[in-house]
Protein backbone atom coordinates (compact mmCIF):
# COMPACT_ATOMS: atom_id res chain seq x y z
CA UNK A 1 0.00 0.00 0.00
CA UNK A 2 1.45 3.47 -0.73
CA UNK A 3 -0.90 5.83 0.75
CA UNK A 4 -0.97 9.65 1.09
CA UNK A 5 -2.82 12.99 0.05
CA UNK A 6 -4.32 14.07 -3.18
CA UNK A 7 -2.50 16.30 -4.74
CA UNK A 8 -1.90 17.18 -8.76
CA UNK A 9 0.05 13.74 -10.26
CA UNK A 10 0.18 12.07 -6.84
CA UNK A 11 -1.44 8.89 -8.37
CA UNK A 12 2.01 8.66 -10.33
CA UNK A 13 3.46 7.22 -6.48
CA UNK A 14 0.24 6.78 -4.63
CA UNK A 15 -2.22 3.81 -5.05
CA UNK A 16 -4.62 5.24 -2.30
CA UNK A 17 -5.26 9.00 -2.59
CA UNK A 18 -7.22 10.55 0.54
CA UNK A 19 -8.71 14.03 0.49
CA UNK A 20 -6.53 16.72 2.67
CA UNK A 21 -9.09 17.69 5.89
CA UNK A 22 -10.57 21.34 5.02
CA UNK A 23 -9.33 21.33 8.48
CA UNK A 24 -5.95 22.61 9.76
CA UNK A 25 -4.78 20.41 11.90
CA UNK A 26 -1.20 19.67 13.20
CA UNK A 27 1.10 17.42 11.03
CA UNK A 28 1.62 14.80 13.21
CA UNK A 29 -2.52 13.84 13.04
CA UNK A 30 -2.32 14.73 9.20
CA UNK A 31 0.09 11.45 9.04
CA UNK A 32 -2.45 9.91 11.84
CA UNK A 33 -5.19 10.42 9.15
CA UNK A 34 -3.47 8.31 6.80
CA UNK A 35 -3.42 5.16 9.15
CA UNK A 36 -6.92 6.32 10.44
CA UNK A 37 -8.42 5.59 6.85
CA UNK A 38 -7.11 2.59 6.69
CA UNK A 39 -8.22 0.89 10.80
CA UNK A 40 -10.72 3.51 11.39
CA UNK A 41 -10.58 6.04 14.31
CA UNK A 42 -8.75 6.39 17.64
CA UNK A 43 -7.45 8.17 20.29
CA UNK A 44 -3.74 9.19 19.46
CA UNK A 45 -1.21 10.22 22.39
CA UNK A 46 1.29 12.47 22.51
CA UNK A 47 4.09 11.19 20.73
CA UNK A 48 7.21 10.06 23.27
CA UNK A 49 11.05 9.30 22.72
CA UNK A 50 12.31 7.16 25.51
CA UNK A 51 16.39 8.05 26.63
CA UNK A 52 19.05 5.41 26.20
CA UNK A 53 20.36 5.10 30.08
CA UNK A 54 24.03 4.73 28.26
CA UNK A 55 23.84 7.31 26.71
CA UNK A 56 22.03 9.33 30.04
CA UNK A 57 25.69 8.32 31.34
CA UNK A 58 27.15 10.18 28.55
CA UNK A 59 25.50 13.52 29.09
CA UNK A 60 25.65 13.35 32.96
CA UNK A 61 29.60 13.68 32.18
CA UNK A 62 29.77 16.17 29.88
CA UNK A 63 27.73 18.28 32.10
CA UNK A 64 29.81 17.63 35.20
CA UNK A 65 32.92 18.37 33.30
CA UNK A 66 30.68 21.98 32.52
CA UNK A 67 30.25 22.03 36.30
CA UNK A 68 26.15 21.81 35.72
CA UNK A 69 25.58 19.98 39.72
CA UNK A 70 22.32 17.58 39.85
CA UNK A 71 20.15 20.79 40.99
CA UNK A 72 20.94 22.94 38.74
CA UNK A 73 17.84 25.16 36.32
CA UNK A 74 19.53 24.26 33.32
CA UNK A 75 18.16 25.80 29.63
CA UNK A 76 18.79 24.62 26.60
CA UNK A 77 18.76 26.74 24.04
CA UNK A 78 19.22 25.72 20.02
CA UNK A 79 20.33 28.49 18.01
CA UNK A 80 19.58 26.79 14.46
CA UNK A 81 16.34 27.06 11.76
CA UNK A 82 16.50 27.24 8.44
CA UNK A 83 16.31 30.60 6.29
CA UNK A 84 13.83 32.92 8.07
CA UNK A 85 13.29 30.19 10.52
CA UNK A 86 16.51 31.84 12.21
CA UNK A 87 16.21 34.27 15.62
CA UNK A 88 19.20 36.06 15.84
CA UNK A 89 22.68 35.23 17.65
CA UNK A 90 22.68 38.53 19.74
CA UNK A 91 19.13 38.24 21.08
CA UNK A 92 19.94 34.28 22.05
CA UNK A 93 23.22 36.25 23.86
CA UNK A 94 20.96 38.89 25.29
CA UNK A 95 18.64 36.32 26.28
CA UNK A 96 21.02 33.90 28.09
CA UNK A 97 22.58 36.67 29.34
CA UNK A 98 19.28 38.10 31.45
CA UNK A 99 18.30 34.53 32.53
CA UNK A 100 21.86 33.75 34.12
CA UNK A 101 21.80 36.98 35.87
CA UNK A 102 17.93 37.06 37.05
CA UNK A 103 17.42 33.55 37.54
CA UNK A 104 21.08 31.98 38.50
CA UNK A 105 20.28 28.84 36.37
CA UNK A 106 22.93 28.13 33.94
CA UNK A 107 22.36 28.27 29.86
CA UNK A 108 23.10 25.50 27.80
CA UNK A 109 23.70 26.50 23.58
CA UNK A 110 22.93 24.08 21.68
CA UNK A 111 23.70 24.08 17.26
CA UNK A 112 23.98 22.10 14.25
CA UNK A 113 26.56 22.21 11.55
CA UNK A 114 25.27 25.07 9.64
CA UNK A 115 25.34 27.09 13.19
CA UNK A 116 29.32 26.32 13.33
CA UNK A 117 30.81 29.73 12.60
CA UNK A 118 27.65 31.59 14.76
CA UNK A 119 28.99 29.20 17.52
CA UNK A 120 32.15 30.33 17.67
CA UNK A 121 31.13 34.00 17.22
CA UNK A 122 29.02 33.60 20.68
CA UNK A 123 30.94 31.44 22.42
CA UNK A 124 34.35 34.05 21.37
CA UNK A 125 31.64 36.79 22.90
CA UNK A 126 31.10 35.10 26.30
CA UNK A 127 32.12 32.04 28.66
CA UNK A 128 29.39 32.08 30.85
CA UNK A 129 27.13 29.76 29.05
CA UNK A 130 28.02 26.63 27.93
CA UNK A 131 28.48 25.31 24.54
CA UNK A 132 26.97 22.03 23.59
CA UNK A 133 29.22 19.47 21.50
CA UNK A 134 27.61 18.27 17.90
CA UNK A 135 26.60 15.39 19.42
CA UNK A 136 24.65 12.24 17.78
CA UNK A 137 20.72 12.20 17.66
CA UNK A 138 20.75 9.55 20.57
CA UNK A 139 23.23 11.99 23.12
CA UNK A 140 21.29 14.94 21.98
CA UNK A 141 18.07 13.40 23.17
CA UNK A 142 19.29 12.88 26.41
CA UNK A 143 20.87 16.05 26.24
CA UNK A 144 17.12 17.71 25.87
CA UNK A 145 15.93 15.28 28.20
CA UNK A 146 18.02 16.91 30.99
CA UNK A 147 17.28 20.36 30.24
CA UNK A 148 14.52 22.00 32.91
CA UNK A 149 13.33 24.48 29.63
CA UNK A 150 13.93 24.28 26.26
CA UNK A 151 14.11 27.63 23.97
CA UNK A 152 14.55 27.09 19.89
CA UNK A 153 13.15 28.23 16.97
CA UNK A 154 10.90 25.46 14.63
CA UNK A 155 13.93 23.24 14.62
CA UNK A 156 14.48 19.33 14.60
CA UNK A 157 15.68 19.74 18.09
CA UNK A 158 12.31 21.71 18.96
CA UNK A 159 10.76 18.76 18.09
CA UNK A 160 12.95 16.40 20.12
CA UNK A 161 12.44 18.29 23.00
CA UNK A 162 8.71 18.13 22.58
CA UNK A 163 9.11 14.28 22.42
CA UNK A 164 10.87 13.74 25.25
CA UNK A 165 9.00 15.74 27.58
CA UNK A 166 11.00 18.95 28.32
CA UNK A 167 8.88 22.23 28.83
CA UNK A 168 9.86 24.15 25.36
CA UNK A 169 9.42 27.94 24.69
CA UNK A 170 9.36 27.13 20.41
CA UNK A 171 9.60 30.76 18.63
CA UNK A 172 8.24 30.27 15.33
CA UNK A 173 9.19 33.38 12.81
CA UNK A 174 8.55 31.95 9.43
CA UNK A 175 6.28 28.88 9.74
CA UNK A 176 2.66 27.61 10.80
CA UNK A 177 2.63 26.94 14.59
CA UNK A 178 -0.74 25.38 13.94
CA UNK A 179 0.47 23.18 11.94
CA UNK A 180 4.24 22.28 13.28
CA UNK A 181 3.95 23.95 16.80
CA UNK A 182 4.47 22.12 19.86
CA UNK A 183 1.36 20.45 21.41
CA UNK A 184 1.08 20.18 25.32
CA UNK A 185 -0.20 22.42 27.97
CA UNK A 186 3.17 22.31 29.19
CA UNK A 187 4.77 23.91 26.27
CA UNK A 188 4.53 27.86 25.23
CA UNK A 189 4.70 29.13 21.42
CA UNK A 190 5.44 32.41 20.34
CA UNK A 191 4.67 34.11 16.62
CA UNK A 192 6.57 36.57 15.17
CA UNK A 193 4.95 39.95 14.54
CA UNK A 194 6.47 42.02 11.78
CA UNK A 195 8.68 38.39 11.31
CA UNK A 196 10.21 39.04 14.13
CA UNK A 197 10.34 37.80 17.98
CA UNK A 198 11.67 40.70 20.28
CA UNK A 199 13.86 40.03 23.27
CA UNK A 200 11.67 41.28 25.67
CA UNK A 201 8.48 39.22 24.72
CA UNK A 202 10.57 35.95 25.20
CA UNK A 203 12.17 37.04 28.31
CA UNK A 204 8.11 37.36 29.56
CA UNK A 205 7.19 34.10 28.52
CA UNK A 206 10.24 32.39 29.91
CA UNK A 207 9.29 34.22 33.28
CA UNK A 208 5.40 32.38 33.01
CA UNK A 209 7.31 29.15 32.29
CA UNK A 210 9.67 29.51 35.01
CA UNK A 211 6.97 29.78 37.53
CA UNK A 212 5.32 27.46 36.23
CA UNK A 213 7.56 24.90 35.97
CA UNK A 214 11.03 25.30 37.52
CA UNK A 215 9.70 24.67 41.15
CA UNK A 216 8.58 21.18 39.52
CA UNK A 217 11.46 20.35 37.15
CA UNK A 218 14.68 20.94 39.64
Not at 5 to 17: D, G, Q, R, V
Not at 30 to 38: C, I, P, S, V, Y
Not at 186 to 212: D, Q
Request: aromatic letters at 8%; a positive charge.
Amino acid sequence: MRIGYKKPKSNLFLNIEVAPSPVKRHASEMHLDLLRHLVGDFQSDDLKIEVDPEKKAVVDEFLKEKGVETGDFLVGMHIGGRGGKRWQIKDFQKLADWITDSFGAKVMFLWGPEEKEAIKRLHAASNDHIVAELFSLPVLTALIKRCNLFISPDTGAMHLSVAVGTPTLALFLDSDPIKFGPKGKMHRTLRASGGTISVETVKNAFKEMWKSYSLVQI
